[in-house]
Nanobody, 115 residues
Framework: QVQLVESGGGLVQPGGSLTLSCVAP????????MNWVRQAPGKGLEWVSSVSSGGANTEYRDSVRGRFTISRDNAKNTLYLQMNSLKSEDTAVYYC????????RGQGTQVTVSS
């Protein structure tokens, strides 16, 4: 069973930065493309970003492109999301998941952007 563990969330002022991490100890991490997804209060899951299995290819939703950076360290079985210039609309629980299988996500980490 896949167990993903997200961390790094918190309360940050608009314009601030956070880096999220996701550790994936239960499967061959380097075999899979990975996603970050998020869920804002009262809304459904929303795709944020993707990275290919080797890390060379990345994609972002329009609202975060240029502000967020996804990366991975396959030697450490860890996925990252660097978030800069945060906005109130980025407030959500953030999850990492295998690409195409969002049921693999962990418990998530809360990001709150507020002054």
């Amino acid at each position: 069973q896949v167990q993903l563990v997200e961390s790094g969330g918190g309360l940050v002022q608009p314009g601030g930065s956070l880096t999220l991490s996701c550790v994936a100890p239960g499967f061959t991490f380097s075999d899979y493309a990975m996603n970050w997804v998020r869920q804002a209060p009262g809304k459904g899951l929303e795709w944020v970003s993707s990275v290919s299995s080797g890390g060379a290819n990345t994609e972002y939703r329009d609202s975060v492109r240029g502000r967020f950076t996804i990366s991975r360290d396959n030697a450490k079985n860890t996925l990252y999301l660097q978030m800069n210039s945060l906005k109130s609309e980025d407030t959500a629980v953030y999850y990492c998941a295998k690409a195409g299988d969002w049921t693999s996500r962990g418990q998530g980490t809360q990001v709150t952007v507020s002054s």
